[in-house]
């Protein structure tokens, strides 16, 4: 089970700091995506986190602005969101897939295990 934390309003330009949870297991073995559905939206890919090579992988809307990165615990991925826009305001979700995906590493349909999502709210 995954459980995704740390959202909460902030004010445009502002940072949060999202962490996604395994209850029990290790990380290590699984890729790792964070994903967002705004209201009326499909929920579409934000970061990911590959085991085959430990890199990033990020939407264009995400580059220079979030970092995704393992925790040092093992059961943990983060999601660092800075300079947080109002469109950025969405239901945040972390999602995990053994093994890595090798391209669209963003597409939610490749992804198997999902937690529950945090909300992010970005206004002034």
């Known amino acids: 089970q995954l459980q995704a934390s740390g959202g909460g309003l902030v004010q445009p330009g502002g940072s949060l700091s999202l962490s996604c949870q395994a209850s029990g297991y290790s990380l290590d073995e699984y890729a790792i995506g964070w994903f967002r559905q705004a209201p009326g939206k499909e929920r579409e890919g934000v970061a990911c986190?590959?085991?085959?090579?430990?890199?990033?992988y990020y939407a264009d809307s995400a580059k220079g602005r979030f970092t995704i990165s393992r925790g040092d615990a093992k059961n943990t991925v983060n999601l660092q969101m800075n300079r947080l826009k109002p469109e950025d305001t969405a239901v945040y979700y972390c999602a995990a897939v053994s093994p890595s995906p090798f391209r669209d590493r963003l597409n939610v349909k490749l992804y198997d295990f999902w937690g529950q999502g945090t909300e992010v709210t970005v206004s002034s």
């Open positions: 986190i590959s085991t085959t090579d430990g890199r990033p």
